[in-house]
């Protein structure tokens, strides 16, 4: 296994790690700076941060050095997928984020899988990510940071909502250019 699908591996293995800090400690609407509660959620989020730096690195590696696998092509867009679902959940799980605004989030992520895999075996096809899809997974992971850590003058808000923006923006971009893929099968 090359050290590209090594580091996906890992991003994998941290989100039940991250998931089991995420979960054992208090209640998370009652963060004080300096309190058990608080510092679980910083772990949290340093051990989220690691798994999303994994992310880039390993694309980043792999491209670099001519080592893009079949496992990789598999693999990290699912732990991508894996990863920031999971945090989101919790997130509202802990009522730092409102569920309308993940499940918006979840489906558009089902959805452009989908996709993926309709242009994939129908025109063998492989859906490189845009800028705009790019930019709504950069305020993804950094919204669900902020908003462990406290949310200090509204980031981790303002952060998921541009999020939010991008991610219905970069689902409709991937739909819209993609549509000749649903022609005749409607």
Known sequence: MNLPNKLTVFRIFLIPVFVLIVM?????????????????L???AIVFAIASATDWFDGHIARSRNMVTNFGKFADPLADKMLTMTAFIMLVELKLAPAWVVVIIV????????LRL???ENKGQVMA????????TTCQMLSVIFLLIGDFYHIGTILLYLALIFT???GW??????WGVFKGSM
């Open 24 to 40: 054992f400690g208090g209640d998370a609407s009652v963060q004080v700076a300096g309190s058990t509660v608080y510092w679980r």
């Open 42 to 44: 910083v772990i949290a």
């Open 107 to 114: 489906c558009r992520e089902l959805a452009v899988t989908g």
């Open 118 to 120: 309709i242009l994939a």
């Open 129 to 136: 990510a845009a800028m705009p899809g790019k930019i709504k």
């Open 168 to 170: 219905i923006y970069s």
């Open 173 to 178: 971009d991937y739909f819209h250019s993609s």
